[in-house]
């Protein structure tokens, strides 16, 4: 069975700075996707970034980028020039190949930006 | 890009009574969409996969006679939750997919509580 794992509970970082939140993954599998999932207080789900595992460059999207280590099993999400409206629980997510199958959660990043 | 309506947003039941939540896509075909629950600064938890035409799939530990799921069509879900009590007091959100792996599309989330 595959496995999410979020090890930082909480963070908090300034207006402007950059942060970087960990997720670590387990599967047997070869081919996979990973997402990163923003949460902010209205709890509207919204999708922030998506990497394929058989791509071996980094998914970006504007202020967003993730660092994929595949072998390491590794997923970080990097958060440059942070705004305010970042404040979020942020979750990583994995999914099988498999068309129908459903998401796997982490626990979950409570992510504080401050002024 | 993909949205999905989730309704209502709040609902306040009594206890012993039954209460019926909506999740439709509203601009594309979901034939497999997902039911979560997740409590207070947690993860969302899957309860159950419905796919269009067939019986749900429920994870593990959840009741399906007492959580009930239909998705009689290719853009429209029901959980209803029967004969609710205050522990099953919670917030319900949906997802579905267009297809492929571009990641899944959540509703916005019903607040349930049982009185």
């Known amino acids: 069975a595959q496995t999410v794992t979020q090890s930082q509970p909480e963070m908090s970082v300034q207006e402007a700075e950059t942060v970087t939140l960990s997720c670590t993954y387990d599967t047997s599998e070869n081919n996979y996707y990973l997402f990163w999932y923003k949460q902010p207080p209205s709890r509207q789900m919204i999708l922030v970034i998506r990497?394929?595992?058989?791509?071996?460059q980094n998914a970006t999207e504007n202020r967003f980028s993730v660092n994929f280590q595949k072998a390491a099993k590794s997923f970080s999400l990097k958060i440059s020039d942070s705004q305010l409206g970042d404040t979020a629980m942020y979750f990583c997510a994995f999914k099988t190949n498999q068309a129908g199958t459903a998401l796997i959660f982490g626990k979950g990043t409570t992510l504080s930006v401050s002024s | 890009g993909a949205v999905v309506s989730q309704h209502p947003s709040r609902v306040i039941c009594k206890s012993g009574t039954s209460v019926k939540i909506e999740c439709r896509s509203l601009?594309?075909?979901?034939?497999?969409m997902f039911w979560y629950r997740q409590f207070p600064k947690q993860s969302l938890m899957l309860m159950a996969t419905s796919n269009e035409g067939s019986k749900a799939t429920y994870e593990q530990g959840v009741e399906k006679d007492k959580f009930l799921i239909n998705h009689a069509s290719l853009t429209l879900s029901t959980l209803t939750v029967t004969s609710a009590h205050p522990e099953d007091s919670s917030f319900y959100i949906c997802?579905?997919?267009?297809?492929?792996?571009?990641?899944?599309?959540f509703g916005s989330g019903t607040r349930l509580t049982v009185v």
């Open positions: 601009d594309f075909q979901a034939t497999t």
């Open positions: 997802s579905a997919s267009e297809g492929g792996n571009y990641g899944y599309t």
């Open positions: 990497q394929e595992a058989y791509k071996q």
